[in-house]
Structures are given as C-alpha cells and as structure tokens.
C-alpha cells in the first residue's frame, strides 16, 4: 500500500490530483467569467427547448409604428391615452399595468397652450378660455383613479431625485431587511397626481448580467430599507385585490446555510407562491415570440373594433401598455432574442407566475455539483493509468457526456437548473493534466534517444528510429517518386567574392526559403550539398499529388528567388551577392528509398536513374539557359501545365536519348492563347529541324522571336540558329536522328 502512495505521488496522480483541487476551489470561489459559462449553457437550454406557449390571463398594448401613423407622434395628449385606458377596462380588464413613465406634465394641457399663447401676443379672451378649460393631467388621474391601474416607474443610482413608495404592504417572514435584494438610491416616478391616483406602482428596471442578457426578472428591489414590487408583481397583486405580498425570507423558513446571509426563498402574492433566487429573482422561460400575446393600441383606440371583440381579447386579463415603436422601445437581450421589448419581459414573467411553470435552481443544487467535482475527478485519476490515453479518453467523454445529459434532463424533464460547468472542467481538466504529463514523459523517453544517436545519425533518421527502433536494420524500398535538383548559378565566382563568413550567411539567407517552400509542398529535404539543394516527393510518406507538388514547388522557388533579389541587395543586416540565378532539374520514376549507408552511418536517402537523370537535367539548365528542366516522364504526369520540349539529349552516362522540357508556368499560363501559340510554332520549328527542313525551322524561328524572348527562350532559339548554320555548312549522316549529345554533366 505504502509503495502504491509512493507511486501516486512520484507519477502525474498528484498533479491530477492538485488541479482536482484547483478547479473545486474556483467553484467555491465562482469567478465571474466560469459563472459566465454557466449561464451560457442555461442559454443553450433555453434556446433548444423553449416554454411551450399556452394562453394565460396576460395581454400586451403595444403603442408601435402603425399606432403613431394613425394617432400621431408622441407623446400623445392624456385624454387620447385616458381613452385607450377606459377602452380597456370597459372590455373588463382585470388590471391595466403601464409600462410607461408618465413623469412629466403633459405638454398640451389647455393652461400650458395659454402660457404658450399669452407669450405670443394672443388676446386675453382667448387666454382666460384656455385657462378654463380643465387640466391633462388633472383628468388623466380622475381616470386612473376609476380604474384598476398600477403605474411604472424606474429606480436608479442617480443623484437623488425621489422616493417610491408601495401602495400595497410588503410582509417578510424571517429578516426584516433581505440583503440579498438588489439597492438602488433614487426612482423617477410618475406626477405626484397620477402617481396618487393608481391602485398600484411597480418598477421597470431589469438589470441584465455581465453579458447584458436578462435570464432572471427582478421582482423585488430596496430603495434605502423599503423594499419595492416589480411592475408584474403589482400588476398580479392588482389584478386579485390582495393587500399585500408576503415575502419568505430563507431565515424564515429554515433553510438558511449555516454562515450565509439570509435570502429570499418565495413570494406569495394573493393565491400564487412564486420560487425565486436568493436575490428576489425569477429565472425566466422564454417562449418564441407569439402575435396573440400584443395588440397593437391603435386596434384599441379604433372605433371599428366592435365591444364584443375587445370582450374576447381582455376580459379578465392583465394588461401591460408598452411602446414599441422605434425611438420609444425599451429593449433588452434575452437568451432567445438579441432585441426583446423590456414590457415582454414583465408579460413573460406574469404568464410564469399564472401557469406555475418555473425554472428553479434548488438549494441542493451547489451541494450536487460541488460532490460531482470531487467524485468525477477522483473517479478519473483512479481509472486513468488502468485505461491508457485513448480508453481514458473513451472513459472521460462518456462522463462528460452524462454530466451534461443529466443536466439537460433536469432542465427540459424538471425544470431544474443545474450547472455541468465546474463538472465538466473538472472531467476536461484532470484527463488532460494526466494525459499532457504521460505524454512528456515519452517524449523525454524519446528526447534520450536523440541525443544518444543524433552525433552518429542523420535527424531524419532519428526521428524514424524513436518511433520504431527495429528501423536501424539497413535497407530500403522502390517508389514512384519525383526528384528535385537546385543549383546556384555562378556559385564559384560568389564564393571569390565573399568570405567564408559571408558565404554561410549567404547561403543560410537563400536556403531557407527555398526550403520552406519544398516543405510546404510536402517535400522531403535529402540533403544539401554546398549551394544544391536535393529533394524528394512520396516517401517516407505517399504523395498523391507529387509530380505536381513538385512543379508548384519549382515555380514557387523562382518567384520568390525574384522576390529576393529585389529586397536584399539594399539590406545591411544580410549578404546578398547582387542578382542571383539558379537552375532546378526535375524527374521522376522509379528509386531506392531507405536508410542508405554503413553499419556505422546512415542517412534516409534515395538512388537510382531517376535520381542520376535528374541532376543531369538541372546541368542543362545550364546550357539551354533556363531556369526549370524536366524529364519526359514528369512531362507526361503534369499535362496542364505550360511546357515546352527543349531537346533530344543523351546525357552523360546514359546511352537512351532523353526529351527534355523547359517548364515555364502552371495551368493559367498553360490555357493562355499566347502560350499555346507559342508552343504550337516551337513543336512545328523540331519537327522541321529533326526533319532537316532547315528553310521551315528558320522561318518559324524567325516568327517565333518575339515570343520566344517573352517566355524566356530567346537564348535557346538562339541554340537552334547556331546548329542549323552548322549542319548547312556540314550536313549530317543518313542516319542523323536529331539527338543532341551532352559532353558536360
């Protein structure tokens, strides 16, 4: 047993085990962004499964668009507002709940217009007949007070402006005072006069999270020690004629936690209870938006819509009048919409409290997902080093994968909320903590196997041997492969020209962005002998698009050669030797790939007459002065690419004659009708000359000049009217067939 510990503590169990206890000491802490996750994922719930709608006692009068259109802009006077209000409740409304804070007079009362007038030289007569007239406001109230209204208001932190008052009492079972609650200083409030007249008064405020989404409604708030209803408590409140709202305090009901501050647990507001957060929140389920919950107000106001129609809509309904329209809306974010009127809100959290349909995170909730921290990891740090990395990774997903199923369950079955988050990183944070350590440690296992051979190997082996260390044995294989040959042009006279410092940092400025262009393309990198760079494509690893990996890779170098030759001369940080020119030969075909070498020394390296054919192709490029050669067979493998035959050739060494061609662009050059006439004229001018038409070869050089010296082979034209001159002055034998032969490799 002693030595099991002992084991524990010297593997990564104990690292598993100090992040275990990391993550559960952040749950205990609950840092606001991991609580952020939380409340994404109950986003996520929300909007996979939202409250099914089912009709509830709850109407929203919406003031929108075509409201103003028809009754004009607002603010409209306090009679037309009155009027909308007494339609309502003629249609039996149970409580009319304004979402709208009537805080200023209203401006087209008839004693404001006589100010107005009066200041504008109007006759005394038509003065004193305004100022007899009654007042907006004056009857505004009288309406409200036949009604039965509660009026909104808003609390803020601003300087203080006023104090709210409840129309109805607030009784607390358990603490007197609930801290919990959130505390604003001041409200702006309806006219004292309106205010008065109103049956009740609840308020506006929501107060999104960090994030600015509304996922709970505040139904009580403090205004220094008085606490205060939402607008949908009073308008619930209203609507059954209760005379107070009994608020249960978590003291009060005997399930306050021991050292924690007393919460709220529910309210019972006439005959319904209502769970809420410690806060006095209600977690919100929203439903998708539903057209019969709104009518618009000016389906209220018209005189076409008959009493029994307004019977049908708002007998025995709470009410709530909100503006919708633009430049009067009140929006906020919920988990189902980015843009949701804050009236809808209060309607949504109404019908919640009507149907009894509550989100709820229970007091167990925490204890639960604090004891899935501790077992999930435990779990896994015991399981782990029995399992190995891909059945420990098996073991962690399906228990990822059961903490969320359980959590959805509880949310779309129960209505529970409980949070995955901490369980979840707990699961994520101790397989990986596990996983990441076993694997540095075989790679320290793999790390003394490099340093071991790297002096006597090449790295490419190495890397090969610490995979798989039954590769030391000598040997190799046949593989299609294509081969890359790269030379520096005139590289004995740089190399007069610099010293050996220079010339180092020369080739190190050249040759790395060759090579990353060989890698990006796939290439393996044989070796580098001096300037020339050797290079591979389809082993170790096949290639299935190696010939034209290749081409791209040979074209990609020349561009950027070019790039370089215009950037680096004017630096005084790199050795640049002027304008640098280079030669690439290509072929590809069959060749011995493996570890080549002695006992002693090896190298993953390739031979073969592919390999041999290649090199002597990029010494061409030396005499047909172009830049990318390539033998007939990697000619055949890339037939959309721009290419063009330079010769017949029997190379050193080899005694088949070789057609050899110049690469010259890929598939874009290729379909370009400048370069298929080109290539048409060069392929007619061989046919010629192999056919010792001399008249017919010379005529299309001449023809073909221009473009010849647009795409590079002015000088291999040039090649051509050389040996035509010769063979005029000497002809060839009979049995002459075209084939030119290399003295130079």
């Known amino acids: 047993m002693l030595n099991r510990v002992r084991a524990f503590f010297k593997g990564t169990g104990f690292t598993g085990l100090l992040v275990l206890l990391t993550i559960f000491l952040l749950q205990l802490a609950q840092p606001q962004t991991l609580a952020a996750m939380g409340n994404l994922v109950f986003d996520i719930y929300a909007r996979a499964q939202p409250r099914e709608y089912k009709p509830a006692p709850v109407r929203i009068v919406d003031i929108d668009e075509d409201s103003l259109r028809r009754e004009g802009q607002w603010p409209w006077p306090r009679p037309d507002v009155a009027r909308l209000l007494q339609r309502l409740a003629d249609a039996g409304a149970a409580t009319i709940a304004l979402d709208i804070v009537f805080s200023e007079a209203d401006r087209t009362s008839p004693g404001r217009l006589a100010d107005s007038l009066e200041r504008q030289g109007a006759t005394a007569a038509t003065v004193d007949a305004l100022?007899?007239?009654?007042?907006?406001?004056?009857?505004?109230?009288r309406s409200l007070a036949a009604m039965p209204?509660?009026?909104?208001?808003?609390?803020?932190?601003?300087?203080?402006?006023?104090?709210?008052?409840?129309?109805?009492?607030?009784?607390?079972?358990?603490?007197?005072?609930?801290?919990?609650?959130?505390?604003?200083?001041?409200a702006?409030?309806?006219?004292?006069?309106?205010?008065?007249?109103a049956l009740g008064g609840g308020f506006l405020t929501l107060q999104g999270d960090a994030d600015g989404i509304v996922r709970r409604a505040p139904l009580l708030a403090?205004?220094?020690?008085?606490?205060?209803?939402?607008?949908?408590v009073e308008a619930l409140r209203v609507a059954q004629g209760a005379g107070a709202v009994l608020v249960k305090a978590s003291d009060g009901s005997g399930n306050i936690a021991a050292g924690s501050a007393p919460?709220?647990?529910?309210?019972?507001?006439?005959?319904?209870e209502v769970p809420t957060t410690r806060a006095g929140e209600l977690w919100m389920h929203y439903t998708l938006p539903r057209p019969e919950r709104v009518v618009p107000a000016w389906k209220v106001l018209d005189p076409g819509t008959s009493d029994a129609e307004m019977t049908e809509l708002?007998?025995?309904h709470i009410v709530l009048v909100g503006a919708g329209a633009i430049g009067l809306r009140d929006l906020v974010a919920t988990p189902v919409r980015e843009r949701e009127l804050g009236v809808m809100v209060h309607a949504q959290a109404i019908e919640q409290m009507i149907l009894g349909e509550f989100l709820v995170r229970p007091d167990w909730a925490i204890g639960l997902e604090r004891a899935l921290v501790l077992l999930a990891g435990a779990m896994l740090l015991i399981l782990l080093p029995r399992f190995g990395a891909s059945g420990g990774a098996i073991l962690g997903l399906a228990m990822i994968a059961g903490v969320l199923a359980g959590s959805w369950f509880a949310f779309s079955e129960r209505g529970f909320l409980l949070d995955p988050t901490y369980p979840v990183l707990a699961i994520a944070g101790v397989y990986l903590t596990i996983t990441v350590l076993d694997y540095y440690r075989e790679e320290q296992a793999r790390s003394y196997i490099h340093k071991a051979f790297d002096r006597y190997l090449s790295p490419e082996l190495v890397k090969r041997i610490a995979a798989d260390p039954s590769q030391l044995d000598l040997g190799g294989e046949e593989r299609d492969m294509t081969v890359l040959f790269c030379d520096v042009r005139n590289f004995s006279r740089i190399s007069e020209q610099l010293d050996p410092r220079s010339i180092i940092a020369f080739l190190i400025s050249f040759l790395?962005?060759?090579?990353d262009i060989l890698l990006a393309r796939k290439a393996t990198i044989d070796k580098f002998i001096g300037d020339a760079i050797l290079a591979f494509w389809n082993a170790p690893l096949d290639d299935p698009d190696q010939h034209a990996n290749a081409a791209r890779a040979a074209l990609a170098m020349l561009d950027r050669l070019g790039q370089l030759n215009a950037e680096m001369p004017g630096r005084s940080d790199q050795v640049w030797p002027g304008e640098v020119g280079i030669g690439i030969g290509l072929n590809c075909g069959p060749c011995c790939v493996g570890n080549m070498g002695s006992?002693?020394?090896?190298s993953y390296s390739l031979i073969g007459d592919t390999v041999n054919l290649a090199s002597r192709i990029e010494g061409l490029t030396k005499y047909y002065k172009v830049r990318i050669a390539m033998g007939s067979a990697l000619r055949r493998e890339l037939p959309g690419f721009a290419a063009v035959e330079l010769d017949l050739v029997r190379v050193v060494g080899r005694d088949r004659p070789e057609a050899i061609f110049a690469l010259l662009g890929d598939e874009t050059l290729a379909a370009s009708a400048d370069f298929a006439d080109f290539a048409q004229g060069h392929e007619a001018m061989l046919v010629a000359y192999r056919a010792r038409d001399w008249k017919t070869a010379e005529r299309l050089l001449d023809e073909l000049q221009r473009q010849a010296e647009t795409f590079g082979l002015g000088a291999l034209h040039a090649i051509y009217r050389e040996r035509i001159a010769a063979l005029r002055q000497t002809p060839p034998p009979d049995d002459w067939d075209g084939v030119f032969v290399a003295s130079e490799k």
């Open 131 to 141: 100022r007899s007239l009654p007042d907006n406001d004056e009857q505004f109230a």
């Open 149 to 186: 209204t509660v009026n909104g208001f808003f609390l803020t932190h601003d300087p203080l402006r006023s104090q709210a008052v409840p129309k109805a009492g607030i009784a607390v079972s358990g603490s007197a005072s609930v801290s919990t609650m959130p505390v604003y200083t001041n």
């Open 188 to 197: 702006v409030l309806p006219l004292l006069r309106l205010d008065e007249a």
């Open 222 to 232: 403090r205004q220094g020690e008085q606490i205060l209803p939402s607008l949908s």
């Open 263 to 272: 919460g709220i647990v529910s309210l019972k507001i006439g005959e319904f």
């Open 314 to 316: 708002f007998a025995g």
């Open 512 to 515: 790395t962005p060759m090579c």
């Open 599 to 602: 006992a002693q020394r090896l």
